[in-house]
Nanobody, 122 residues
Framework: QVQLVESGGGLVQAGGSLRLSCAASGRAFSSYAMGWFRQTSVKEREFVAHINWSGGSTNYADSVKGRFTISRDNAKNTVYLQINSLKPEETAVYYC???????????????WGQGTQVTVSS
């Protein structure tokens, strides 16, 4: 079992930055791939970024490439999402997830956090 708790969301102006964190408790965090997803009230939960167990491989949705950076610190059982140049349409609840394989495919993730709200004002 892995429990995930996101933090770092908030209200930011367009063009601003935030750093989201996802703290994991439970066993063998370093054996899991981690992903970040986001969801609005009118859109399905969508893939944002993922990172493999070691942090040596990452992948991003096309819409965030060059602006978002996913990273992890296995010693701290934490995965991060640095988000820059935010746009109002990126207002959403951001979720982290853990799974056996690094993927953009949501069903492959076993454990999910409760999410953290990011609101981008124009």
């Amino acid at each position: 079992q892995v429990q995930l708790v996101e933090s770092g969301g908030g209200l930011v102006q367009a063009g601003g930055s935030l750093r989201l964190s996802c703290a994991a408790s439970g066993r063998a965090f370093s054996s899991y791939a981690m992903g970040w997803f986001r969801q609005t009230s009118v859109k399905e939960r969508e893939f944002v970024a993922h990172i493999n167990w070691s942090g040596g491989s990452t992948n991003y949705a096309d819409s965030v490439k060059g602006r978002f950076t996913i990273s992890r610190d296995n010693a701290k059982n934490t995965v991060y999402l640095q988000i820059n140049s935010l746009k109002p349409e990126e207002t959403a609840v951001y979720y982290c997830a853990a799974g056996p394989k690094s993927s953009y495919f949501r069903p492959l993730y076993t454990y999910w956090g409760q999410g953290t709200q990011v609101t981008v004002s124009s």
